[in-house]
T-cell receptor, first 114, second 113 residues
């Protein structure tokens, strides 16, 4: 069974630009969660989608948005990039929403904002 | 805000020794999970323990859960150099319909050959 795939692996953007990250979950998983990981803040929850509906959202500004498609693939978008958005963005899929089943993580997208 | 907090922040041991990491959390939970992360990679799920369970084992891993103290521990026995990684506990919250999974800041484990 293929794991969670995140693309691209690395991104370099400049301040003010926008970026779209992609996540393909494990086949059969309907829940996709996104996390931002930085050395200073650790792993911060961004949002979770289940069957194309946003179930939960973390404490991030509206510049961070996401969506999920009917095939469970998910994208997250960050508009008007700031230097502080530089981070490792991790996507995870699971069978059920919430913490009732293990999260399966991709290897992340490393975003650098200059 | 972080639901779980791991202790210690960093741990260095010799190969063959046991490593114990602790996690404390603030609100009642449905489930608690432990994950491992090797540098710059995604997290790997280790064990999920439900609120009505007290202990779970998986190979060299042993997880305990004490809901009265709102704490959990992860024990790695007979550690190996390959166990060098960061370890995170993750919790949900019992009161909401759709719980989000929140991670603690992690424990950095170094196993010296």
């Amino acid at each position: 069974k293929a794991g969670v795939t995140q693309t691209p692996r690395y991104l370099i953007k400049t301040r003010g630009q926008q970026v779209t990250l992609s996540c393909s979950p494990i086949s059969g998983h309907r829940s996709v969660s996104w996390y931002q990981q930085t050395p200073g803040q650790g792993l911060q929850f961004l949002f979770e989608y289940f069957s194309e509906t946003q179930r939960n959202k973390g404490n991030f500004p509206g510049r961070f948005s996401g969506r999920q498609f009917s095939n469970s693939r998910s994208e997250m978008n960050v508009s008007t990039l700031e230097l502080g958005d530089s981070a490792l963005y991790l996507c995870a899929s699971s069978l059920v929403s919430g913490g009732g089943s293990p999260l399966h993580f991709g290897n992340g997208t490393r975003l650098t904002v200059t | 805000s972080q639901q779980g907090e791991e202790d210690p922040q960093a741990l260095s041991i010799q190969e063959g020794e046991n490593a114990t990491m602790n996690c404390s959390y603030k609100t009642s939970i449905n489930n608690l999970q432990w994950y491992r992360q090797n540098s710059g990679r995604g997290l790997v799920h280790l064990i999920l323990i439900r609120s009505n369970e007290r202990e779970k084992h998986s190979g060299r891993l042993r997880v305990t859960l004490d809901t009265s103290k709102k704490s959990s521990s992860l024990l790695i026995t007979a550690s190996r150099a390959a166990d060098t990684a960061s370890y995170f506990c993750a919790t949900d919250a019992q009161k909401t319909s759709y719980d989000k999974v929140i991670f603690g800041p992690g424990t950095s484990l170094s196993v010296i050959p």
